[in-house]
């Protein structure tokens, strides 16, 4: 684990060791988790203020549970806080210092209640990212795994704990400007006029693609501007013919994604590469960013005052296996804020063109890619009709 996850883990059990009640629903991938993350499941699974849940544990003796992936991220704090975005828990998430490697470059929202504590509190979004939580929490497929512990296992819960909690003062004491309590969330958050969140079916089979009707629906109502931002596309035809058809009713229809050179997925970079000549004649400009890292961030820009923020990416396995969610976000201050930000990534990226490949920008030099990706990225888009729909 790095550091990120560490202080992360440290602050959980922290704000346990306090009296806080924490419940953590993680993805069953990490149910083979390496040692020191188990002693850390170890330390959450002891703790008396902690529940600690694994959606769809991998079997490896039931095939049927490989597939069926939770990939939402967020936090829910009391009836005030809600976090919520594309952020895994690692080190190239959050741009940690020291950390020598590519950064994924990624995005969330901070949703604040102004009623929490009053008895108009439950009219939050808040409210309905807690009740979708409840219903995961719920089912037979999420399941306890560390419930009864062993002597041994239980001592190495408690050296753990006390050695992320150690972990988390320390970074407290190094950084006390990013936990101080005189933050005031009314001066770092602006007003909206409405939240909504949608949200995939939480099964662990294949899925009614739920979340991508509803986004179909919300940019097929737009008047005169969608812009995506998606790592990843990679679609069937029937998603092909949505976009297109969003794209000839709009003056303005964007795709922001990574190029080439700065995706770390080669497969679904390859299926994208595959699609591309099509997506040209889709979108008015196709955004790669050439930085330094890559994008990792999944929004969407309507019009001039909505907004969506969340886990899903545009592709097979968002749409149609892995549980995702999004805020839509009814706003223009919010609205004009997330396209600033979008707008930086674009001001790194060059327009790629079918005929003529990237267009000229002396300021934006095309960035290198690594041979073997080169290599690689042909075969594998000749092949990826055969893979696409796993990613």
Same mark, same amino acid.
């Given at each position: ?75 829910? %704090? ?7 975005? #594309?952020?895994?828990? #690692? ?80 970074? %407290? ?14 001066? %770092?958050?602006?007003?909206? =006029? ?15 693609? $739920? ?49 080439? =050179? ?43 005052? $909505? ?78 009709? $055969? ?5």
């Amino acid at each position: 684990m790095g550091d990120s996850t560490q202080v992360f883990f440290g602050a959980l059990l922290d704000a346990a060791n306090r009296g806080v009640k924490v419940r953590f629903l993680i993805d069953g991938v990490a149910h083979h988790l390496t040692r020191q993350a188990k002693t850390t499941a170890y330390a959450l699974a002891q703790n008396p203020n902690v529940e600690l849940k694994f959606y769809n544990p991998i079997h490896l003796l039931k095939p049927w549970t490989f597939n069926g992936r939770l990939h939402d991220k967020y936090i829910i %704090v009391d009836d005030k806080f809600v976090l919520l975005g #594309g952020r895994n828990i #690692g080190d190239k998430y959050f741009e940690t210092e020291g950390y020598d490697k590519s950064f994924s470059l990624d995005r969330d929202v901070l949703v604040y209640n102004t009623a929490a504590g009053t008895s108009h509190s439950a009219q939050s979004v808040i409210q309905q990212v807690n009740q979708y939580f409840e219903e995961i929490w719920g089912l037979n497929t999420s399941k306890h795994k560390y419930r009864r512990l062993s002597p041994a296992q239980a001592a190495a819960g408690l050296t753990q704990t006390e050695r992320l909690v150690e972990k988390y003062q320390s970074f %407290v004491d190094k950084k006390p400007y990013l936990v101080s309590e005189q933050i005031n969330p009314d001066k %770092v958050t602006v007003p909206t =006029a409405k939240i909504s969140f949608i949200h995939n079916p939480s099964h662990t089979q294949k899925k009614e693609p $739920l979340l991508w009707y509803q986004l179909s629906e919300l940019m097929r109502n737009a008047n005169h501007k969608v812009i995506i931002q998606s790592p990843y596309t990679v679609l069937n035809r029937s998603m092909e013919n949505t976009l297109r058809q969003v794209g000839e009713n709009l003056d303005q229809f964007s795709l922001l994604t990574n190029s080439q =050179a700065s995706s770390p997925n080669v497969l679904a970079y390859s299926s994208y590469l595959a699609l591309r000549p099509n997506l040209t004649a889709t979108f008015d400009e196709i955004y790669e960013y050439q930085g330094e890292h890559s994008l990792h961030g999944k929004s969407y820009l309507i019009d001039d005052d $909505l907004s969506l923020v969340g886990s899903y990416n545009l592709d097979l396995r968002s749409t149609y296996i892995n549980t995702e969610v999004m805020l839509v976000i009814h706003g223009q201050q919010f609205h004009d804020r997330l396209e600033d930000h979008m707008s930086a990534y674009q001001n790194a990226s060059l327009i790629y063109d079918k005929q003529n490949g990237y267009s000229e920008n002396p300021q934006i030099p095309s960035r290198d890619i690594p041979l073997f990706k080169k290599w690689i990225s042909y075969p594998l888009m000749k092949l990826s009709w $055969l893979y696409k729909f796993l990613l």
